[in-house]
């Protein structure tokens, strides 16, 4: 074990000390520092606060002669030999030295509190924050006998924090801290246990000797914290932690409260055999912020935890946060120990609160309220389209192809689509109010989706014996996006009409298991069957590809209106989905629970500011960076130029695709934000949004078009992955069709 015990030698022991002594001083490579009369000094001076020495100078010496009482200075106290200082130190023996050590603490803890914290046991383990903790306690002579608990050792990036120097490096914390504690009080009990808390040694820890008084927990292993909590329940011992956030406090008093929860019931799983097995932080954090509550901790933590393993190791902690923290923990255990009646709970004290001009918080992106369609004024502009073409179709026929219809991908899944039937004719239209998203700049990815639905629409009308017609009229702000009419033919069945009612989404991982080749022929085959569309397959690319999808999703998420979006797409919990039955379910993600918990923090438009702020934000790509390593090839499907109507029909080339993919058993998952992002930019380049990023998107457009060859107007029209892999767990919801069909009874 690491030497961290002085020893101790009376001043005037029997011979043997006395030829100890001698060794020691006589040593020239042990340092002697003897200032044993200005000690005395010192301790007079106290005894006699009534006496102004200063005036009275004959006094002092007549009090010191008194208390020496016939004895010289080499008499009095005990030398105290430090060996891993190589020094020997004179000091007042321990009374004495705890009666001048404790003279200035008066009457913030008066001589029988005093007397009464110096009988008690207190244990602390994790000694980073701990530190502080431990000595400042050690200061205010809050204990008789400390257990100080780490395994760890002293890095270069703990000296932000722990108050260390560099020849300690190397150091177990715990011993450092021992060491400390000894030069200031060498009369104090430590027990030091350097390797940490383990199943062998956590009940001598906490009762050997006599049961604790109170434990301080700072430790960073999760499965540590709960058994040491278990344990502290079982023997009704009060527990204190400060988490260097906002300074937050955190209190559990066993001792008083025998049944109440492990941290307040916050921590959902505490099976202690699970968190056992957590090693890395991707494994740690949702326990984690669980145990801190992430909603209560401050902007730049959370900010900062997005950047753990991107741009940071770990979470962030800085010396005058711990510092102060070492205080609070200080005064809590010091109260506690003297029978105040200091509440359980959870308490913030937030110095920038209390001290900062705090500014007005930038609000969060406001879209403009658009009124929802309405049936009269799809009426009315129907109207202005009179057909004398007898229904070729019964309502139930209608009804039947426009669920087909809304079975179709849309933006977000937000199903922006209304039809209106009417004189024999289906008219199209956009509700604006359910489509307004950055992404969709001039309503492109919208057409998309509606190319889709008409072709899904297209598809089950030839089951029934009709041929779709259908006039793109929507090239203005107008809603109305086609008309369409049928004809009646004889009936084709389409190979897949099967997939639309079982395609999907599929955002899970693949598993990069080969693809027949013959496969990616079938796709393209029947994307291609679109008149202009051409589907390319990239793959050597397909990482330089990725990187660069990536980054454009990272811009969008931290543009205040992509941000808004991404908020707003998402559906955080079952009953949400279930109750909108639009938006992205977030159980359709394949995401690691710190994955979730990630975006669960990135909800807070302040905390993405802050990143954007400060340039950072990488972490929004690494899902995209993820999903495209675990894909067999990445598709991309063009039209000859890229007017609206052209994504309308790339939008049929899509479905078409997606319909053979879902047919073949493949997953197919689009990652398109970088085409719509780039259409923005390319037309409106001095979109405020995305000025903070044009340099950026300059040199991602550049590599865009270098990788997908792209040297003309083409309509860029897609982009999806293909793989193989689990298949969909959750599927995305639809509104009743009841919401988005009617028919004119007028």
């Given at each position: ?180 504690i000894a030069e200031i009080d060498p009369y104090l009990k430590l027990k030091v246990y350097e390797k940490g808390i383990t199943h062998d040694n956590i009940d001598a820890f906490f009762t050997e000797g006599g049961n604790l008084d109170a434990l301080v927990e700072e430790c960073d292993g999760l499965d540590i914290k709960i058994v040491a909590r278990q344990k502290a329940k079982d023997l009704g011992i009060p527990v204190v932690m400060e988490t260097n956030d906002r300074a937050m406090l955190d209190i559990e008093r066993f001792d008083t409260e025998p049944n109440r929860p492990i941290l307040h019931g916050l921590v959902k799983d505490l099976d202690v055999e699970v968190l056992k097995t957590l090693k890395t932080n991707e494994d740690k954090v949702p326990y984690m ?410 040199e991602l457009r550049q590599r865009f078009t270098d990788l997908l060859e792209l040297y003309n107007d083409e309509g860029e029209i897609f982009i999806f992955r293909l793989f193989k892999g689990k298949d969909i767990q959750t599927r995305s919801l639809r509104r009743e069709l009841s919401n988005h069909l009617f028919f004119d009874k007028s």
């Amino acid at each position: 074990m690491t030497e961290y015990r002085p020893i101790l030698i009376p001043a005037d022991g029997d011979a043997l000390s006395a030829e100890k002594l001698d060794d020691l001083k006589n040593r020239k490579e042990v340092t002697v520092l003897d200032t044993i009369e200005g000690q005395v000094k010192e301790l007079v001076k106290c005894r006699n606060p009534k006496t102004n020495f200063k005036e009275n100078p004959e006094k002092y010496q007549h009090f010191i002669e008194d208390y020496l009482a016939g004895r010289s200075y080499n008499q009095l106290g005990n030398w105290v030999y430090y060996p891993w200082r190589n020094t020997l130190v004179h000091l007042l023996n321990k009374e004495e030295y705890f009666e001048l050590r404790t003279n200035r603490n008066k009457y913030k803890i008066t001589d029988k509190e005093q007397e009464e914290l110096a009988q008690k046991k207190v244990g602390v383990i994790g000694l980073s924050v701990g530190q502080t903790v431990a000595i400042t306690m050690a200061m205010e002579c809050l204990f008789g006998e400390l257990r100080l608990a780490d395994f760890d050792e002293i890095e270069v990036s703990n000296l932000n924090r722990i108050r260390s120097g560099v020849l300690n490096i190397g150091l177990n914390k715990a011993v450092n801290v021992a060491r400390e504690i000894a030069e200031i009080d060498p009369y104090l009990k430590l027990k030091v246990y350097e390797k940490g808390i383990t199943h062998d040694n956590i009940d001598a820890f906490f009762t050997e000797g006599g049961n604790l008084d109170a434990l301080v927990e700072e430790c960073d292993g999760l499965d540590i914290k709960i058994v040491a909590r278990q344990k502290a329940k079982d023997l009704g011992i009060p527990v204190v932690m400060e988490t260097n956030d906002r300074a937050m406090l955190d209190i559990e008093r066993f001792d008083t409260e025998p049944n109440r929860p492990i941290l307040h019931g916050l921590v959902k799983d505490l099976d202690v055999e699970v968190l056992k097995t957590l090693k890395t932080n991707e494994d740690k954090v949702p326990y984690m912020l669980d145990m801190i509550g992430i909603e209560d901790t401050s902007i730049l933590l959370r900010a900062s935890m997005l950047e753990i393993e991107q741009s940071l190791t770990t979470w962030p902690q800085l010396a005058s946060s711990v510092t102060f923290g070492g205080g609070i923990v200080c005064d809590a255990v010091r109260r506690i120990l003297l029978g105040e009646d200091v509440q359980s709970g959870r308490f913030y004290h937030d110095i920038e609160q209390g001290i900062v001009k705090s500014e007005r918080a930038p609000s969060e992106y406001v879209y403009d309220q658009i009124k929802p369609l309405t049936i009269g004024s799809m009426r009315e502009i129907a109207s202005r389209f009179p057909s004398d073409q007898p229904a070729a179709l019964k309502e139930t026929e209608i009804s039947h192809l426009v669920a087909l219809a809304h079975l179709a991908p849309s933006g977000g899944n937000m199903q922006p689509w209304k039809w209106f039937f009417s004189n024999g004719s289906l008219f199209l239209f956009l509700d604006h109010s359910l489509a307004n998203s950055f992404l969709d700049y001039n309503h492109l990815g919208t057409m998309v989706g509606f190319g889709a639905a008409l072709e899904n629409l297209r598809i089950g009308a030839r089951a029934l014996g009709f041929t779709v017609n259908y006039r793109y009229v929507y090239e203005s702000e107008d809603p109305l996006v086609a008309i369409v009419t049928f004809t009646e033919t004889n009936k084709e069945t389409d190979a897949l009409e099967v997939a639309i009612a079982t395609r999907g989404t599929n955002r899970m991982n693949g598993d990069l298991v080969p693809i027949a080749e013959e496969n990616f022929d079938h796709i393209k085959q029947a994307a291609e069957e679109i008149e202009g569309a051409q589907l390319h397959w990239i793959t050597d690319k397909k990482e330089e590809l990725g990187n660069v999808l990536a980054a454009i999703e990272r811009i969008r998420l931290m543009t205040d209106r992509g941000h808004k979006d991404f908020i707003e797409e998402i559906r955080w919990t079952v009953e949400e989905a279930e109750e909108t039955k639009d938006g992205i379910d977030l159980r359709t993600i394949d995401l690691t629970e710190t994955e979730k918990a990630g975006l669960w923090v990135s909800r807070d438009h302040l905390v993405v500011k802050k990143l954007r702020d400060l340039n950072l934000g990488t972490g929004f790509e690494t899902m995209m960076k993820k999903s495209v390593r675990n894909t067999e090839r990445i598709g991309f499907i063009t039209m000859p130029k890229g007017t609206r109507q052209d994504y309308l029909e790339g939008g049929r080339a899509l479905e078409r695709a997606w319909l053979m993919a879902t047919k073949l058993d493949l997953g197919f998952h689009p990652i398109s934000p970088s085409t719509f992002i780039f259409s923005r930019f390319t037309n409106e380049p001095n979109d405020e949004q995305l000025a903070p990023f044009r340099n950026e998107l300059n040199e991602l457009r550049q590599r865009f078009t270098d990788l997908l060859e792209l040297y003309n107007d083409e309509g860029e029209i897609f982009i999806f992955r293909l793989f193989k892999g689990k298949d969909i767990q959750t599927r995305s919801l639809r509104r009743e069709l009841s919401n988005h069909l009617f028919f004119d009874k007028s």
